[in-house]
């Protein structure tokens, strides 16, 4: 799968809702639920992140969910994306992009979100076939205003910016002409995810559905 394929597939998938929640699953046994409320609140592409043990087992769950599609965050190595493939992960995100890690998911046929943040970053990523990229830390990297500015020179790039987006600024993010979706942390709170308070992630996840 080219780079290009990849990033169409991405694009897809971020074109699906508003917000991407991003997720660190301590616990497995939480993730099918979790998945579920979700999905039932119109955010159906998840993003697992690769910080805990319980991660990949995580994907495992989750991937099991009707009308859910399930990625793995913070793949940094070739390893990383063939054990978030074969865990059922239908794409992977990335800080960076690196060759060997383009190469590897390339090779596995796993679409890849890799991050960029200056221009520099952005165009060796469009050289190597990427349209659709992750913006991170993307508060700490100037927000909605350092996006903008990339929106000139750079129009054929796209982005979906994580890292301090919140409900309060995701519009700003959302209004601009090259974002394409949010990556969004606040959508499912430790405290409601160990309570499998299920209804409570359901209602907020469908105010993240209807920003814009």
Same mark, same amino acid.
């Given at each position: ?25 301590? +616990? ?36 099991? $969910? ?55 970053? $952005? ?48 519009? +700003? ?16 709170? +430790? ?22």
């Amino acid at each position: 799968m080219t780079p290009e394929i990849q990033s169409q597939k991405s694009r897809a998938l971020c074109e699906r809702a508003p917000v991407i929640p991003v997720l660190v699953v301590p +616990d497995a046994a939480r993730a099918e639920g979790l998945a579920t409320a979700l999905v039932a609140g119109g955010l159906p592409v998840l993003e697992i992140t690769l910080r805990t043990p319980a991660a990949l087992d995580a994907i495992r769950q989750m991937a099991r $969910v009707n009308g859910g599609h399930v990625g793995a965050g913070t793949v940094l190595t070739p390893d990383d994306a063939k054990r978030a493939r074969d865990a059922g992960a239908s794409f992977a995100v990335s800080p960076g992009a690196t060759e060997r890690l383009v190469m590897a998911c390339s090779d596995i046929g796993l679409p890849l979100l890799p991050g960029a943040v200056t221009a520099s970053e $952005v165009m060796r990523a469009m050289e190597m076939g990427y349209s659709m990229l992750k913006f991170f830390p993307a508060e700490a990297a100037g927000g909605a205003k350092a996006l903008k500015s990339l929106a000139g020179p750079l129009p054929q790039v796209s982005f979906c910016p994580t890292g301090g987006v919140t409900p309060a600024n995701a519009p +700003d993010y959302l209004g601009l002409p090259n974002v394409v979706c949010v990556g969004g942390s606040w959508i499912a709170p +430790d405290a409601e995810v160990a309570a499998g308070d299920w209804a409570a992630i359901e209602a907020r996840a469908r105010e993240a559905s209807g920003l814009h």
